[in-house]
T-cell receptor, first 110, second 114 residues
């Protein structure tokens, strides 16, 4: 089966930096996605990595190491509105479906 | 505006009844997906369809059925055979199934079986 691990919960302070880790063991790899999901709402796309390295997009960055089966999402200058769940998802070859981790619930405190 | 619509947002049904959740997209996407999300859990794939008139089972298809008669529509039926149907159901679509093509999600339907 596919295994994707993320911490369940994290807390960080407004204005700070937080790193959310994701490790995966899957039957192949065809890209890794990060989504943000506010409570009771649909997930929204944040970032995509398919090659090793860092992808930066404003306050959000995502890193991938395929050899280590590891990714992280870095959020800078945290804002209260960043309180949400962050989902890591790996695309697996074949049907190219996404397999999701359980998500990390981030709480930003003043 | 292009997007994915799911209705209703909240749905209540009695145990033993079948219920159909709607999903419509006007993004002209080929592939569509149904996920289930339980509290504290990630999204789990129920069914997916990469082309009209074709669909495949995901990881937790038992107790569910789908149809894909039109490109823009992918309804999900939760049957009485589904043992624990209360959950948040998300529909998604994407243009292609490989490369950088994010899945776009609908707003979700929260189903509660009484």
């Amino acid at each position: 089966g596919q295994n994707i691990d993320q911490p369940t919960e994290m807390t960080a302070t407004e204005g700070a930096i937080v790193q959310i880790n994701c490790t995966y063991q899957t039957s192949g790899f065809n890209g890794l996605f990060w989504y943000q999901q506010h409570a009771g709402e649909a997930p929204t796309f944040l970032s995509y990595n398919v090659l090793d390295g860092l992808e930066e997009k404003g306050r959000f960055s995502s890193f991938l190491s395929r050899s280590k089966g590891y990714s992280y999402l870095l959020l800078k200058e945290l804002q209260m509105k960043d309180s949400a769940s962050y989902l890591c998802a790996v695309r697996v070859p074949g049907a190219n479906n996404l397999f999701f981790g359980t998500g990390t619930r981030l709480t930003v405190i003043p | 505006d292009g997007g994915i619509t799911q209705s209703p947002k909240y749905l209540f049904r009695k145990e033993g009844q079948n219920v159909t959740l709607s999903c419509e997209q006007n993004l002209n996407h080929d592939a569509m997906y149904w996920y289930r999300q339980d509290p504290g859990q990630g999204l789990r794939l129920i069914y997916y369809s990469q082309i009209v008139n074709d669909f495949q089972k995901g990881d937790i298809a038992e107790g569910y059925s789908v149809s894909r008669e039109k490109k823009e529509s992918f309804p999900l039926t939760v049957t009485s055979a589904q043992k624990n149907p209360t959950a948040f159901y998300l529909c998604a679509s994407t243009q292609w199934t490989s490369g950088f093509n994010e899945q776009f999600f609908g707003p979700g339907t929260r189903l509660t079986v009484l």
